[in-house]
C-alpha cells in the first residue's frame, strides 16, 4: 500500500470538489482525477445553479412542484426538499469561495428563466457556470493542506475489506495502491455509452461499473436525459449544448419547413421540461420526414446575444453560425443519468463505507426527468452531505483497522481488441434513444452480454480503453436488463 487515507474521493467536478471542501482539516483526503482537474461533466454545464434566493417573488414550494412535474412525480419527496431547502446555503457558500456569479447593477445575483421554471432562480455565469464553479473550487481545493490531488489517475480496482477499501489506479503506466476507511464516488455520467453526448470523453460511468461489482444497489439506471438542442454537428461524438437558457431568454424553435411545432405536442412549447421537448423533436422528425430542426435566437439585440451566451456565441462561430444572425442546428442526444448508485439522504449506498454523489448516484431527486439546473444543485448538496456524515463517523468510530490487503493482478496482459465500445455505443443509440424501440431490447441485451463475457473472459492489459470499455459495457447491460424486464417505471 503506498499510503492510506481517512477517505478517497473518485471523481473532480462540483461534487468531488465540494466535498473535499467539507471535510475539517483533520480528516486526511485523496481526490483521484481520471484525466486533468478540469475535465469533468460540471466544468461543460452552462446553465446555472437553480435555487430559491428570492423569498418574496419566489418559495421552496414552487421550486419543489416544478422539481415534482419535470420528474412525472416519480421523485422522492424528501430528498427534493432537502434539495430545495437547503440548497440555497451551498449556493451563497460557494460564492463565498470566490465562484463569480453575475450580478446586477444593485450587487444581487442575476436570476434566469429555463424550461419547467415558473419563476427566475437560476443564478450563473454567463452560459459555462460550470467552468466557473471547477475552476472556483479547484483553486479552494488547492489550498486545503489535508488534501491531496492525483491527476491522471485511472481508478481499476475496488475492494471491500474490513474497515474500508483498496483502491488500484494506474498512473504513469505504473500501479497505486491507497487504503482507506470511507470511498466517495463522484464519477459523473454515462454519456460515452451512447454514440452522440453532450458529456466529456471520460463519462463512461465507471463509478457506477464498480460499485455494481461490489455489490451496491443500483437504481433507475434506464432514466437516461436526452437534451433537445444539441449542436447538430455531422460527425463529432460529443455534442455541445445549447443551453436551455437560451430558450429561456426567447430562443424558438424549428422544424425544416422554419415552422415553430413545439406548442402543437406540449401546450408549454419551447419552455417544456427537457423530455418533453426532446420526444416533440422526435415525433416531429417522424412526422416530416426530416432531422433538420433549427434554434433561432436572432430576433434578439445582437449585443445581448453575445454577452448573454458568449461561450456559445463563440462555439458556434467555429462551425461556421453566428447566432446572431443565422439558426442554430439542433438536435437531441444523450445528456444526463438520474438513476446511478442509489442513495439516502446522506450520500450513503447499500455497501458500509461506500458513498455517492453527483450525477452517478440515484437519490430520487430527478424522478423520471431533470429539471433544469438542478444538476449542480444536488452535486453541492449531497456531496456536502456525505462530507459531514462521513466526519461524524470518523468522530465516533475513529480511524479504523483495515482487513489484509488483497493480492494485487498484473496490469500486463494482451491488448484488447478494438471495436467493443463502438458497438455498444451503436446498440444503445439504435435501441434506446428518444422514442425506445421495444421490440430490440431482448436481442440487444444478449448483444451486450456477450461483449461482457469477451472483455472478462481474457487478462487484458489494464489501459483506459479496457476499463471504460467494461464500465460502459456494464452500465448498458443494466439499462437493457431494466427496460426488457419493465423495471424502468
Do not use: W
Request: net charge neutral; charged share 25%; glycine share 8%.
Amino acid at each position: 500500500m503506498d499510503k492510506r487515507y481517512d477517505v478517497v474521493i473518485v471523481g473532480t467536478g462540483v461534487a468531488g470538489l465540494y466535498a473535499a471542501l467539507n471535510f475539517p482539516e483533520n480528516v486526511s483526503v485523496l481526490i483521484l482525477s481520471k484525466r486533468e482537474l478540469g475535465l469533468s461533466n460540471s466544468s461543460l454545464a452552462q446553465g446555472g445553479v437553480a435555487c430559491v434566493l428570492d423569498t418574496v417573488h419566489d418559495n421552496y414550494k414552487l421550486h419543489i412542484t416544478d422539481t415534482l412535474v419535470a420528474g412525472k412525480y416519480k421523485n422522492r419527496l424528501n430528498a427534493v426538499e432537502k434539495l430545495v431547502k437547503e440548497g440555497p446555503g451551498d449556493v451563497l457558500k460557494v460564492r463565498g469561495l470566490g465562484v463569480d456569479f453575475d450580478t446586477n447593477p444593485d450587487g444581487t445575483l442575476c436570476k434566469t428563466l429555463e424550461a419547467g421554471h415558473s419563476r427566475h432562480r437560476i443564478v450563473h455565469h454567463k452560459d459555462s457556470t460550470g467552468k466557473a464553479m471547477t475552476d472556483g473550487l479547484i483553486d479552494a481545493v488547492k489550498q486545503k493542506s489535508n488534501v491531496d490531488i492525483i491527476e491522471n489517475a485511472l481508478l481499476y480496482s475496488m475492494h471491500k475489506v474490513l474497515g474500508g477499501f483498496y483502491v488500484s489506479v494506474l498512473k504513469d503506466g505504473k500501479s497505486l495502491y491507497f487504503g482507506c476507511n470511507y470511498c466517495l464516488l463522484c464519477t459523473g455520467g454515462i454519456g460515452r455509452v451512447y454514440k452522440y453526448t453532450t458529456n466529456s470523453a471520460i463519462a463512461t460511468g465507471d463509478g457506477i461499473a464498480f460499485a455494481y461489482m461490489l455489490g451496491a444497489k443500483i437504481r433507475h439506471l434506464s432514466r437516461v436525459q436526452f437534451h433537445p438542442t444539441a449542436f447538430a454537428a455531422e460527425a463529432d461524438r460529443e455534442r455541445f449544448l445549447i443551453s436551455e437558457a437560451v430558450r429561456g431568454e426567447g430562443a424558438v424553435l424549428l422544424n425544416c419547413h422554419g415552422e415553430r411545432f413545439a406548442h402543437n405536442y406540449d401546450k408549454r412549447g419551447e419552455l417544456a421540461p427537457r423530455d418533453v421537448v426532446s420526444n416533440a423533436v422526435a415525433r416531429e422528425a417522424l412526422r416530416t420526414g426530416s432531422e433538420k430542426f433549427y434554434l433561432d435566437i436572432t430576433h434578439k439585440p445582437a449585443d445581448f446575444v453575445r454577452n448573454r451566451f458568449p461561450l456559445i456565441y463563440g462555439r458556434c462561430l467555429e462551425e461556421g453560425v453566428d447566432i446572431t444572425k443565422d439558426r442554430i442546428p439542433v438536435f437531441p442526444c444523450q445528456h444526463y443519468l438520474m438513476g446511478g448508485i442509489d442513495t439516502d439522504l446522506n450520500a450513503r449506498t447499500s455497501i458500509d463505507g461506500l458513498y455517492a454523489a453527483g450525477e452517478c448516484a440515484h437519490t430520487g431527486v430527478h424522478g423520471a426527468n431533470r429539471l433544469a439546473s438542478n444538476s449542480l444543485l444536488e452535486a453541492l448538496v449531497f456531496s456536502r452531505s456525505a462530507a459531514e456524515d462521513i466526519t461524524k463517523k470518523l468522530n465516533k468510530y475513529g480511524r479504523k483497522p483495515l482487513g489484509l490487503e488483497p493480492a494485487h493482478l498484473p496490469i500486463t496482459g494482451k491488448k484488447m481488441p478494438r471495436g467493443f465500445r463502438s458497438q455498444i455505443r451503436e446498440i444503445l443509440q439504435d435501441t434506446y434513444f428518444v422514442l425506445p424501440k421495444p421490440e430490440k431490447y431482448e436481442e440487444s441485451y444478449r448483444r451486450v452480454e456477450d461483449i461482457i463475457r469477451r472483455l472478462f473472459a481474457e487478462r487484458y492489459e489494464i489501459s483506459s480503453d479496457f476499463i471504460e470499455a467494461k464500465s460502459i459495457a456494464v452500465v448498458a447491460s443494466i439499462i437493457l436488463d431494466e427496460v426488457r424486464e419493465g423495471n424502468n417505471d
